[in-house]
């Protein structure tokens, strides 16, 4: 059974960071591209950044760029999100993703709030 657990939110001031975590099991973590999402009140869910087996990142949003690094610990089957001088329009809840055996598979979300 395929599990995706999200941490590391919280409420952070403009300027600010967190770094997320998102624990899987259910499969095997080192064979799977992981991506991180983030759903803003009224908004579609939007993709963050997707980051290869090996650890190499792909697609950050053009307003990520720079602030925004993701990387992974196949050893701890964890996937991070570190985010960095946070604005308002962060804010969000975020979700880690795997593409499993054809099927899409999402973690519970985290709430990030950034706001002073």
């Known amino acids: 059974q395929v599990q995706l657990v999200e941490s590391g939110g919280g409420l952070v001031q403009p300027g600010g960071s967190l770094r997320l975590s998102c624990v899987a099991s259910?499969?095997?973590?080192?064979?799977?591209?992981m991506s991180w999402y983030r759903q803003a009140p009224g908004k579609e869910r939007e993709l963050v950044v997707a980051?290869?087996?090996?650890?190499?990142?792909?697609n950050y949003a053009d307003s990520m760029k720079g602030r925004f690094s993701v990387s992974r610990d196949n050893a701890k089957n964890t996937v991070y999100l570190q985010m960095n001088s946070l604005k308002p329009e962060d804010t969000a809840v975020y979700y880690c993703?795997?593409?499993?055996?054809?099927?899409?598979?999402w973690g519970q979300g985290t709430q990030v709030t950034v706001s002073s």
């Open positions: 259910g499969f095997i973590f080192s064979r799977y591209a």
């Open positions: 993703n795997v593409q499993y055996r054809g099927f899409v598979y």
């Open positions: 980051i290869t087996t090996t650890g190499g990142s792909t």
